[in-house]
């Protein structure tokens, strides 16, 4: 036997790869982001920088490595995710206090930014809210939630 069959009655590799929490959550992701994108294209924003300008915005500033804890991200993909941001004007990167540490602030364009890709935010976050209705959505947020808090518990 290879590996990849299983003996009758059992359950197949493949179905408990189709059943992979995070391989659900992954493909799940990736549509919800380019649906977002698509819809928020006219702000020049998109989904993942709004996130992260938010935090920064209602949080901040912070130091990279807070920031990357508080996004659940690795430092270095902060770090690339960051410099478009940067380029656009609408966060600063400084030095800190120390000269190992950098500072990330919000500026008015990034401010004026998260305004105007607001409006376009709620569009698809009523159209997403439209088709599940407001029960399923409170029930799939908080079991997200909970998801996080079990993988981050090991």
């Known amino acids: 036997m290879d590996g990849l069959h299983t003996p009758e ?13 995070c391989t659900n959550v992954r493909m799940a992701s990736r549509v919800l982001t380019r649906y977002y994108d698509e819809v928020m294209s006219p702000s020049g924003v998109r989904i993942t920088q709004l996130a992260t300008l938010a935090a920064v915005a209602y949080h901040g500033p ?13 430092r270095s993909t902060l770090t690339a995710d960051l410099q478009p941001l940067a380029a ?3 966060i600063t990167i400084v030095p800190g206090e120390d000269r190992r540490t950098r500072m990330i602030t919000i ?21 997403i809210e439209r088709d ?3 029960a399923r959505l409170g029930a799939l947020l908080g079991e ?11």
């Open 62 to 74: 912070f130091t990279m490595k807070v920031l990357a804890r508080a996004l659940f991200m690795d």
């Open 88 to 90: 656009q004007g609408f």
């Open 132 to 134: 599940l209705g407001q």
């Open 144 to 154: 997200l939630r909970e998801v996080v808090e079990s993988a981050q518990s090991q």
């Open 9 to 21: 009655g059992e359950r197949s590799t493949e179905a408990d790869l189709l059943d992979c929490v």
């Open 107 to 127: 500026t008015d364009g990034g401010l004026n930014a998260i305004q105007t890709a607001l409006p376009l935010w709620r569009q698809a976050q009523s159209h």
